[in-house]
């Protein structure tokens, strides 16, 4: 794993998969969040797709973007997830303005908030104004999730437990790519079906929204529970920007201000399905 002090350098490296140059869609902001590098259920492949596939003036990181917990107990560490992190480097050597606002599985981050290092600035939170006038409070998420803040020995139990649900995950995404057909969540399927599991998000939506709303802005973008959505709660405008280890999703802001939530395994499937037409035709 790499330490704060090497990220500098890191960037004048080369990746182990090289840059593809292709035509960019640009967005004025994008946030994305739950990237959990250095855990074998991270879609390293397909953010380095999407990272290869998409600019921005701004990018949020908004939490857990490298696992500690997980590489405390056994590292691992890819070089697809080297790639991300020289991505994301090289994105703030180029101009763009990237902003890491560590979370609850890379809080050791967390000690050097207010610094900048490789052009990246750390910060606990972040206000965003969107290019319609909106004021929008950036964070993490787990300082509401009352499981994680108050008994974390709870929260690491339930961390080994859909680690091992994510194991699953891998076997049936592995499978499905073998006979040709699309990225598939399960562990983001069963998520959806477990009724708790759908109050829980219900809740921590509520919440989150209420506080932002109680700190006079317009609007709340977070991540940590794994489940993209946006919508008005209580007059708030609450986003979240979804993972990288289920659904694949990233939180985009147009020029214009309007949002959108992207899922990049729909954006994959589309443009193979366009390739295919292309060579029929």
Request: proline share 2%; with cysteine.
């Amino acid at each position: 794993m790499l330490s704060v002090t090497e990220l500098a350098d890191f960037a004048q490296s080369r990746p182990h998969h090289p840059e593809r140059v292709v035509e960019r869609t640009r967005y004025r902001t994008i946030w994305i969040s739950d990237v959990h590098l250095g855990t074998r259920g991270c879609n390293a492949e397909m953010l380095i797709d999407f990272l290869d596939h998409v600019d921005s003036d701004v990018m949020y990181l908004v939490g857990d973007i490298i696992d500690g917990w997980r590489l405390k107990k056994r590292f691992y560490w890819p070089p697809a997830h080297n790639d991300v992190v020289w991505r994301l480097l090289k994105r703030a050597k180029r101009g763009t303005r990237v902003v890491y606002i560590p979370g609850n599985h890379d809080e050791v981050f967390r000690q050097f908030t207010g610094l900048d290092f490789g052009g990246v600035e750390i910060r606990r939170k972040a206000i965003h104004e969107t290019a319609d006038g909106r004021r929008l409070l950036v964070l993490h998420g787990d300082e509401f999730d009352a499981v994680t803040m108050g008994h974390r020995w709870i929260a690491h139990l339930g961390d080994t437990a859909y680690q091992a649900l994510m194991g699953v995950n891998r076997w049936v995404s592995l499978v499905r790519r073998w006979a040709g057909m699309p990225y598939w969540s399960l562990s983001k399927h069963a998520k959806a079906r477990v009724k708790n599991a759908v109050a829980f998000v219900s809740r921590f939506e509520e919440i989150v929204a209420h506080a932002a709303g109680s700190r006079g802005v317009d609007g709340v973008v977070c991540g940590h529970i794994h489940t993209a959505d946006m919508r008005e709660i209580g007059g708030v405008a609450y986003y979240n920007d979804g993972d990288w280890v289920e659904g694949c999703n990233a939180l985009v802001e147009h020029d214009d201000g309007r949002m959108e939530i992207l899922n990049w395994a729909d954006v994959i499937a589309a443009r193979e399905r366009d390739t295919v037409v292309k060579l029929a035709a």
